[in-house]
């Protein structure tokens, strides 16, 4: 009988079964295999390398997704390897969003920075407040002690807010809405103790207009109990509602808010924690309730206790019936193209060279801050601008957005600058104003408003993928250019929030050379994925 010839795949087989158990000996895999196990399909025949570069591109995409960060990983390089990663979220069959709020004011603190308006020369500055045109500068209104941008622990995105109060330097961070205030107000904020104060602690507060004894609605951990708590009052709550929920150290707790004041007797308040409601707490005053007009995050305790709060995601409302804002998670997107300008040749990059396809670069950094690259407006004109696009979203059930941009110019007497968001084809003034200021960059933080439903209702939707996707942002457009403006960074922060129905499945793709590793899994949060 003639020889048979073997299949030699077989062979290939038992080779890299012996490489892949050589390196994970030496330690080389414990480098790809920081996260969670992979549950991994090969789909090409491409040298081992090659695989282990695709496995630990598909290990950055589930840390990617896992830390809420919007669109694709970066390339990378691996073992001299150029990867690529995708993410890919896909609905349940079925899942509807919730309906679109009209948020007032977005911030997972995305920029890096804090940035307030009290004009103090100690701390960064943000644009005048309560409105420049009846268009609200945004950014924190002011701010009392240790107050810090920080890196850890966040909940989504890449920073989150640090209020840390001491037993002689209490701390918060405040901002007002914008003028007529409102009369109602919804909230939706997380906070995360690393260990409990022993003093009741105020995670928030919502300062109400009208009457003496409940001017001030606490959000407050209840030392006593250990279980969180909403009071009406005024320094410190006398009218108290606990929850039936215990504070945990370590762990992100989120909380709703609604406070109905609309000028009547009493003034009420519902409320969410952990997206389980609670027992309302209504309290009655001298006077009617008016308006809300300035929220908290962190306040000192009473008597004075070392103890810090971080908090992220934070979203506010004027329209009761936004209420509970839900599970809402804000990432940054930054831009990453030019689009159609009208004049460009009236701007500049920081060089002095001409605007061109990656200017975008010349304004994406995080933190922001930095004076040394930027986009100049060099001559003058009320139609003349430059767009900027920003990533897509995979997110189905988008909340809305906030447009933060860093500024600064060449001078201090008066000039002119604006910015104008289109998530439609018709845009809504972000800012538009004097940006004369030298050293540090100012900042202004605007919701963005789809112009195609009413620019004067701030943040009106419909808010959808097809909506952010198509977002951008044109500045300039002014007739004063002395001294020169310039913008130094522009940054989008989208909030968005899990589609009803239940989790999305994610599918990430890892990419090297000839090999591709798959991996997909229910969406879980910044918890470990069920691969």
Not at 78 to 83: A, E
Not at 114 to 137: C, E, Q
Not at 415 to 444: E, H, K, M, Q, R
Request: with cysteine.
């Amino acid at each position: 009988m003639p020889p048979t010839k073997r299949d030699e795949r077989g062979q290939s087989l038992v080779i890299v079964l012996s490489l892949i158990t050589l390196l994970f000996l030496l330690g080389s895999s414990l480098a790809v295999h920081a996260s969670v196990a992979l549950r991994t399909t090969r789909t090409s025949a491409g040298e081992g390398n090659d695989f282990y570069a695709a496995d630990a591109a598909t290990e950055l995409g589930i840390w990617w997704q896992r830390n809420g960060k919007a669109g694709n990983p970066p390339a990378q390089t691996i073992n001299g390897i150029t990867t690529s990663t995708t993410v890919t979220s896909t609905p349940v069959a079925g899942g509807t969003c919730p309906a679109s709020p009209t948020p007032d004011w977005i911030s997972g603190m995305e920029s890096g920075v804090f940035y307030k308006y009290v004009n103090n020369v100690t701390n960064v500055y943000t644009m005048p407040r309560p409105s420049d045109n009846g268009i609200p500068a945004g950014g924190w209104y002011d701010k009392g002690g240790d107050v810090t941008i920080v890196t850890t622990p966040v909940r989504t995105g890449t920073y989150a807010l640090r209020v840390h109060s001491t037993a002689s330097v209490g701390a918060y961070a405040a901002t007002r809405f914008a003028t007529p205030y409102p009369t109602s107000a919804v909230m939706r904020f997380s906070v995360r103790l690393d260990s409990l104060p022993t003093q009741d602690a105020d995670l928030a507060r919502l300062a109400v207009t009208g009457g003496t004894n409940y001017t001030v609605l606490h959000v407050f951990y209840k030392a006593t109990t250990q279980k969180y708590a909403l009071g009406w009052g005024w320094a410190n709550p006398t009218l108290v509602q606990e929850s039936t929920v215990t504070a945990t150290t370590g762990t992100w707790a989120s909380f709703d808010v609604r406070v109905s004041a609309n000028n009547q007797n009493p003034r009420t308040a519902d409320w969410y924690v952990n997206d389980i409601s609670q027992p309302s707490l209504s309290a009655t005053d001298t006077a009617n309730a008016t308006n809300v007009s300035t929220w908290y995050v962190g306040y000192p305790t009473q008597p004075a206790t070392d103890w810090t709060g971080y908090f992220d995601d934070i979203v506010l409302s004027r329209d009761p019936n936004d209420f509970p804002l839900g599970d809402i998670k804000i990432v940054p997107l930054s831009p990453n193209a030019m689009g159609t300008s009208n004049t460009p040749t009236n701007f500049q990059n920081d060089d002095g060279t001409a605007i061109n396809a990656n200017s975008w670069q010349r304004v994406d950094e995080i933190p922001m801050g930095s004076l040394t690259d930027y986009i100049k407006m060099v001559t003058a004109g009320q139609t003349s601008y430059i767009e900027f696009n920003f990533p897509d979203t995979t997110e189905t059930c988008p909340r809305g957005a906030s447009i933060v941009a860093a500024v600064h110019s060449a001078g201090t007497s008066a000039n002119g600058f604006a910015l104008v968001g289109y998530p439609s084809p018709i845009g809504c003034i972000l800012f538009g104003g004097d940006v004369s200021y030298t050293s540090p960059a100012w900042y202004t933080q605007s919701i963005l408003t789809n112009g195609a439903v009413n620019c004067a209702t701030l943040g009106a939707g419909p808010w959808t993928q097809a909506a952010i996707n198509s977002t951008t942002v044109r500045v300039g457009l002014t007739s004063d250019v002395n001294p020169v403006p310039y913008l130094d960074a522009l940054l989008m922060e989208l909030a968005y929030r899990p589609m009803n129905g239940g989790p999305a499945t994610i599918t990430i793709a890892g990419s090297a050379g000839g090999s591709t590793v798959n991996t997909s899994y229910s969406d879980a949060g910044a918890a470990a994925p069920t691969l």
